[in-house]
């Protein structure tokens, strides 16, 4: 299934679980990190495993786990659960990280029987250091895709974005390529706080599809029908892409689109692209 919307939800929160699910997000995030308050991480890591083990839902389910030995915790509790997709990693910044929770995973697949590497990654890249280590974190083991955590970067590079976001351009752009060199899935964009002008929330979100990002991570229902909307291919666009692939078919090497134009095989790699996306 392909991912548009990511929408987090506070692992202290149970009684909105079901709320993220019908929210239409292609993925929902309980999150155990920066969403919940030192005192209730416990009870919210108890009620996160209680939920997991429930049967199966229609969207990904995934944890934003801890970081140090807490997240290591967290991973361990959280990785059998059968509705489990996998974990969100914050504050990556090496592939030991990657290494380590690769071997808990794999622990927990053997002892529930599920297929080796089933569950998969996302690290999120919130520091300079994790910017400069995208490539290796990309290429590492059951990553699925990379996400960004702009608020925690822009602080730790000490900038202060403005309203097209040009100060954190490079680690945008950094995240878009090292995803494409490893062949993993394109990262969707960061959270953005405004969830009531839903109009300036849109445009942003599609200057961020302009620089190569898939989807968008969410922290409000509302944001959700913006994303899944903006971020799937309209009715003339995939007419378009199915167009490009049967005159390519038809005459194999050298083919003409319905504007004229030659088309070759990156033409044909961006139409089965909007086509999967569709």
Do not use: N
Not at 104 to 109: D, G, I, K, S
Not at 201 to 216: K, N, S
Not at 252 to 275: M, N, S, Y
């Amino acid at each position: 299934m392909t991912v548009r919307s990511w929408l987090y939800v506070p692992g202290d929160r149970p009684d909105r679980f079901a709320k993220a699910l019908a929210s239409g997000a292609g993925a929902v995030v309980l999150d155990l990190e920066d969403a919940v308050p030192p005192a209730g991480k416990d009870a919210a890591r108890a009620a996160v495993v209680d939920w997991l083990a429930g049967p199966p839902v229609d969207a990904q389910v995934w944890v934003r786990v801890g970081t140090g030995e807490r997240g290591r915790d967290d991973v361990d509790a959280v990785a059998r659960g059968a509705r489990l997709t996998g974990v969100v990693l914050p504050k990556a910044s090496t592939r030991a990280l990657l290494d380590r929770v690769h071997e808990q995973l794999l622990a927990a697949e053997t002892a529930t029987g599920r297929a080796p590497c089933s569950l998969g990654v996302s690290p999120l890249v919130e520091s300079a250091a994790g910017v400069l280590a995208a490539p290796a974190l990309a290429s590492g083991p059951r990553v699925r895709c990379l996400q960004l955590g702009e608020v925690d970067l822009a602080a730790d590079l000490g900038v202060t974005p403005g309203p097209d976001g040009a100060e954190l351009l490079l680690a945008r752009s950094t995240v878009v390529l090292a995803s494409a060199a490893a062949g993993i899935a394109p990262p969707p964009a960061a959270v953005s706080t405004e969830f009531r002008d839903l109009v300036a929330f849109e445009a942003e979100t599609r200057r961020l599809l302009a620089l190569g990002f898939r989807g968008r991570a969410c922290i409000h229902p509302a944001q959700v029908e913006v994303v899944e909307r903006v971020c799937r291919p309209s009715a003339e666009e995939v007419a378009a892409a199915r167009d490009v692939l049967v005159r390519l078919a038809a005459s194999p090497g050298v083919a003409v689109g319905a504007d004229g134009k030659l088309l070759d095989e990156a033409v044909a790699r961006k139409a089965r692209a909007t086509l999967g996306l569709a």
